[in-house]
């Protein structure tokens, strides 16, 4: 895979970040012991009312991105957020200049390659190719900001307490309609498992799980190792995502540079000269 598609699957995975080095660790997560049982309602309630609230957001993210196999990459995002409709995002690596440019809506693809001059137009299905794992708008958009997954019912869940805090398992279904679904293969249910901090309620660590129709397994870690107080609202700091595909990919992110609920623009031309892939 070559430096622009690892760009581009670091990107559209995220969620957005303080300059991160190849050598980053992780953080040793808090043990919490005699934890007060909470019911499933309850903690669910708790989630829901410290998610960050926000019609827009723009940031600056350092990724560090590390595939088995491949050369680590680092490099600066910047991402801004229309909420529930436009993700937008400029890839610039260590020299500077930037390499690539993304535009995601909840049923569309937009991706252009400077470094190669040429561009990709799709939906979901090239993320399922790039990143071996099925994801849909609603899903990045939630991982980038630290909320829980909206557009997905749940169909059954559980509550209970572990060492990391306090542990819910949701299994869900997807309420989307859209043609980012229209890949027979990306399942429509997924189960969920969150573990949320007892002290704020805001989410530590998420597990996804979902099966296709072939009947391959994907799995997606989500590890918010810190957060920070914007405007009021805690947003992911530094954050890890965990691809258990093979190979294995590990994506590192830190943003900085937050701004909330500003009117930013999402720029996205394509020269006359540029080749379309598809």
């Not at 040793?28 to 009312?49: G, I, Q």
């Not at 998610?51 to 560090?64: G, R, T, Y």
């Not at 918010?224 to 258990?244: A, F, H, S």
Request: net charge positive; with cysteine.
């Amino acid at each position: 895979m070559n430096r622009f598609k690892r760009g581009f699957s670091a990107l559209v995975l995220i969620g957005g970040l303080i300059a991160f080095m190849p050598s980053c660790t992780t953080v040793k997560p808090v043990v919490f012991r005699n934890l007060k049982p909470m019911s499933f309602d309850s903690l669910f309630h708790e989630m829901n009312t410290h998610q960050v609230n926000f019609s827009s957001l723009n940031a600056k993210v350092a990724v560090s991105y590390n595939k088995k196999g491949s050369d680590d990459a680092t490099f600066r995002v910047q991402v801004r957020i229309q909420k529930d409709s436009l993700i937008w995002a400029s890839i610039i690596p260590a020299m500077g200049i930037e390499a690539a440019r993304a535009e995601l809506t909840p049923d569309s693809l937009k991706l252009l390659n400077r470094m190669k001059k040429n561009y990709m137009l799709g939906d979901y299905r090239v993320l399922d190719s790039l990143l071996h794992t099925s994801v849909n708008y609603s899903v990045l958009q939630s991982l980038l900001v630290g909320n829980d997954l909206s557009g997905y019912r749940i169909l059954s869940s559980k509550a209970e307490t572990d060492r990391e805090g306090y542990l819910i398992t949701l299994h869900r279904e997807s309420t989307s309609s859209g043609s980012s679904m229209t890949n027979t293969n990306i399942p429509t249910e997924l189960t969920q498992k969150i573990w949320l901090d007892p002290n704020d309620f805001k989410i530590r660590k998420q597990y996804l799980e979902q099966q296709t129709t072939d009947h391959d397994t994907k799995e997606l870690w989500v590890y918010y190792d810190t957060y920070q107080n914007i405007q009021g609202q805690l947003l992911p700091e530094k954050m890890r995502i965990v691809l258990n595909s093979r190979p294995k990919t590990e994506i590192f992110l830190t943003f900085k540079k937050i701004d909330l609920n500003k009117t930013y623009g999402f720029p996205f031309y394509i020269p006359e000269d540029y080749t379309k892939l598809f």
